[in-house]
């Protein structure tokens, strides 16, 4: 009886808070990894974990710099593709790099990935909802980004193109493609250097710093524990139905922002005060918030029986 090798999977960005922890489940399940990632807001060290596992390859360079890509495809089984430029105070200080690194990488993976039909599932982003009024957001929604002279949505537009860029090449080149729009993930590694607004509020109640919320704080957000993601990834990946498919990834527990400050100082018992940052002090010129981003998820739970469920005060106690 032969020993079968283990299945190889490429993560791009898999030296990032979201991909390290795929990483890490895809391990675990016994498969072999292939991480390609420039580090620019990823380390090695969120891999600390499994640095020493004999099935984890790291390669530090950018997806187009990565000359031995047809290599790596050939040998995959699958591909989740989490690269990218995220954080509003990135995009906010480069629309150009925001730009390039979301829109210039893909097709170079996805041309890799169709020599071989290797299945491939890209990480969108709630964001490119834009600037719709709705209650809910379902998968089937129109979308209506914010005009080009606003930085703010080169994100969501970048990620948009992402996403009908790899519709395409799964409608005509018959790539095996799955699109799962991330809301808000947050978790254990997660850094609030580039924006991200939990892991800020933390850091500042834990130095009894002033808690800045940007805005009048009304402005509500759902948030999801890395883990529920990771755990909606695999299993999107695994689902023979979810090909061709765009599904909503994220907790539809609801909260604004002032109220996740008062949550967070109260479990820190930390002496901090909320402090109002308008938007004009806290961004560049160019910023638009969106008042709410509360996901449907009923796509989700039928593809694959699965949703997330962690609340609100767990995702707050594993981040302190």
């Not at 360079?61 to 000359?67: N, Y």
């Not at 939990?198 to 890395?226: E, S």
């Not at 100082?265 to 981003?293: H, Q």
Request: a negative charge.
């Amino acid at each position: 009886m032969s020993i079968q090798s283990p299945k190889r999977i490429i993560v791009t960005g898999g030296a990032g808070f979201i991909g390290s922890h795929l990483v890490e489940r895809l391990l675990h399940d016994g498969a072999a990894v292939t991480v390609i990632d420039d580090c620019s807001t990823g380390s090695w060290e969120n891999l600390a974990k499994v640095r020493n596992e004999s099935r984890l390859t790291a390669i530090e360079a950018k997806v187009s710099a990565c000359p031995d890509l047809p290599a790596l495809m050939k040998e995959a089984s699958g591909v989740y593709h989490l690269a990218a430029t995220v954080g509003v105070d990135l995009v906010m200080k480069s629309g150009l790099e925001t730009i390039r690194n979301n829109l210039l990488e893909t097709p170079c993976l996805l041309d890799a990935a169709c020599q071989y039909r290797v299945p491939l599932l890209l990480a969108s982003t709630s964001e490119v909802y834009g600037k719709s009024a709705k209650v809910e957001f379902s998968e089937e929604d129109d979308l209506l980004i914010g005009p080009p002279h606003l930085h703010r949505w080169s994100y969501a537009c970048s990620k948009l193109m992402d996403e009908f860029l790899a519709l395409a090449y799964g409608k005509e080149r018959a790539l095996p493609v799955v699109i799962a729009r991330l809301f808000n993930t947050v978790g254990p590694r997660q850094s609030g250097e580039h924006g991200m607004v939990l892991p800020r509020f933390v850091a500042a109640a834990k130095a009894g710093k002033p808690v800045r919320v940007f805005g009048d704080g009304f402005q509500t957000r759902c948030f999801c524990h890395v883990s529920d993601v990771v755990e909606s990834l695999v299993r999107l990946m695994d689902c023979p139905a979810a090909v061709g498919e765009v599904f909503n990834v994220g907790n539809p527990e609801e909260v604004t922002i002032s109220e996740l400050a008062d949550a967070v100082i109260r479990r820190l018992g930390s002496e901090s005060k909320i402090e109002k940052i308008p938007y004009s002090t806290a961004y560049p010129a160019g910023f638009e918030d969106m008042l709410r981003r509360r996901p449907a998820v009923g796509k989700l739970r039928g593809a694959i029986g699965f949703v997330p469920g962690r609340g609100l005060a767990e995702i707050i106690e594993d981040l302190v």
